[in-house]
């Protein structure tokens, strides 16, 4: 198969990216896109300097740091849950359920640098997405063998940043700016943010979240 082309995004994040989670350095090697009902995110490689592996969730604005966990019971069928459904990890965790938060019948469109695996033309990539308080956990269920990516949402400022895309060293630092009506790029629906911290937002006219 051909990889596909990357389509273009406002990410400051790219391929040379370094930054620190907990104490450790790391870089980013690779990233793969995933498309899904509204819209695109970006899933980043991440090689740490203690040799581990590990992937950097951006989507909505918001980040998460998760590893690959060996769960000692095999998570429910994709088909078998829904929202609120509470989930033992076995192994993956120490004490107490998750929570199921979110379903995604996503697409993985397109792939970048060094990977753990072959992207190819892309593939179907359902995931389910759960929370226990301030820990994320992700159950993938895109190949045969169901994997749980176990961690936790991140503040971007944590992360240290460096080597970002035009140099935003300043990401997760909104300018300030006098923001009057404007219309949703989707369907064209006027509507007014009433709060300028919003960082999303959802199109009152079509559904659509945006940035």
Known sequence: GVVGDLPPDCSPIQIG?????????????????LRYENGLWNEWYLLFDDMRNGWLGEAAGEF???????????????????????IDLGKAQTEGEFEVSN??????????????????????????????????????????????????RVAVKSLKFANLRDDKSNYGIAEKMDLAAIKCPACAAPFRLSNSSILTYACPGCRSVLD
């Not at 998460?64 to 929202?83: D, G, H, R």
């Not at 996503?106 to 179907?124: M, R």
């Open 17 to 33: 990216t370094e930054g620190v989670y907990k104490s450790v350095h790391f870089a980013v090697i690779g990233r793969i896109q």
């Open 64 to 86: 998460y740091v998760t590893f690959e966990k060996q769960c000692e019971i095999a998570p429910p069928a994709f088909s078998a849950l829904k929202i609120g459904d509470r």
């Open 103 to 152: 379903f995604e019948n996503a697409t993985c469109i397109a792939g970048q640098g060094e990977l753990p695996f072959k992207v190819g033309a892309g593939y179907a990539a359902p995931v389910v997405d759960l929370r226990r308080g301030t820990e994320f956990a992700t159950i993938d269920y895109s190949d045969e063998i169901v994997r749980v990516y176990l961690g936790e």
